[in-house]
């Protein structure tokens, strides 16, 4: 069965753009993180990856219980570098106690993606803390050395389409591969902490060379020091991924408007919010000085 979300009794909007405005603040005042980047990409990561463990044929996973808390999801090998964003929410946890973890993780996601110029997204509270019995077995996270044929089956286990899977992908505009985590190094194309197509662009119209990288692992390279895992790639490869491509890299309000669908679907899976009410909208913190 679905996980029933909480209603937030005494909780409104309000509330919850004062969470939202305290780590929007922390990101602005944290811009030295990794190189300059800043802490957004990290934190969207966190987002998929607390959600990225859902499997929809027993409903286990997902960002509901909140688990990546737990010792056992925190040290999944997949997750090596998420201890960056986790640390950085800290203090908002502390400052905001009544807040669900599962609901901290997404809304964290919500506003960088946000606060990096990309879609609003709606974001629905109501996620509950599970035990930690109910963590999930490490190994649901996807294997970047693979194929297209490798990404779609993957995400099948969420049930989402050729177009959606696409557009997920895109938010490799953001953010970087680092060897010490993850064993690929370079970030996907120039503007690292502001969300683009150019995921796509890149995609179509650098020249891409297959190479073996210091940790022995090969990855697509450019002349401009952009790089593609092997499942990025994957989506030019495969002519039913290479449409939505060619599309996104033409038009970023598709992009934006079609990757906003996925994500949401994405940080709701295996939620039932029934009647608790319509979805929240944040402003940036930008529309709020103006
Ligand atoms: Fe990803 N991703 N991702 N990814 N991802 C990495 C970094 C980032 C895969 C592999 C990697 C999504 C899907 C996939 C982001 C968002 C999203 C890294 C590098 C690897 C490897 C980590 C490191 O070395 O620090 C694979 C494989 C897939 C796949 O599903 C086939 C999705 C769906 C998203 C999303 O947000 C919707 C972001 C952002 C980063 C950059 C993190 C950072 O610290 O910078």
């Not at 990290?42 to 607390?50: I, K």
């Not at 993780?105 to 803390?129: C, F, H, N, S």
């Not at 779609?152 to 997920?168: K, M, N, P, S």
């Not at 994500?263 to 919010?273: A, C, M, R, S, T």
Request: hydrophobic share 35%; glycine share 10%.
């Amino acid at each position: 069965a679905l996980h029933l979300a909480k209603a937030q009794d005494g909780k409104s909007l309000e509330d919850f753009q004062k969470v939202y405005n305290a780590i929007a603040e922390k990101l602005r005042d944290e811009d030295e993180f990794d190189g300059y980047i800043g802490y957004g990409p990290n934190l969207v990561r966190l987002s998929w990856h607390v959600s990225g463990t859902f499997d929809k044929n027993d409903n286990s996973g997902g960002s509901f219980g909140g688990t990546y808390r737990f010792k056992k999801e925190a040290d999944d090998p997949a997750n090596k570098g998420l201890q960056n964003a986790a640390h950085f929410l800290e203090p908002i946890a502390k400052k905001f106690p009544w807040i669900s973890h599962g609901d901290l993780y997404t809304l964290a996601g919500v506003t960088a993606l946000q606060e990096m110029q990309g879609p609003k997204i709606p974001w629905r509270p109501g996620r509950v803390d599970a035990d930690e019995k109910d963590t999930p077995e490490n190994g649901r996270l996807p294997d970047a050395s693979q194929d297209g044929s490798y990404v779609r089956h993957y995400f099948g286990r969420f049930g989402f389409t050729d177009q959606e899977i696409v557009a997920l992908l895109g938010a490799h505009c953001l953010g970087k591969t680092h060897l010490e985590n993850s064993g690929y190094e370079g970030p996907w194309g120039a503007a690292t902490n502001t969300f683009t197509n150019e995921f796509f662009v890149n995609l179509l119209n650098e020249n891409w060379k297959l190479e073996k990288n210091e940790a022995g692992n090969k990855q697509y390279n450019s002349e401009k020091g952009y790089m593609m895992l092997p499942t990025d790639y994957a989506l030019v490869q495969d002519g039913k991924f290479r449409k939505y491509v060619e599309k996104y890299a033409k038009d970023q309000d598709a992009f934006f408007e079609d990757f906003k669908s996925a994500y949401v679907k994405l940080l709701e899976n295996g939620i039932d919010f029934g009647k608790l009410g319509k979805a929240y909208v944040f402003k940036t913190l930008d529309e709020q000085d103006s």
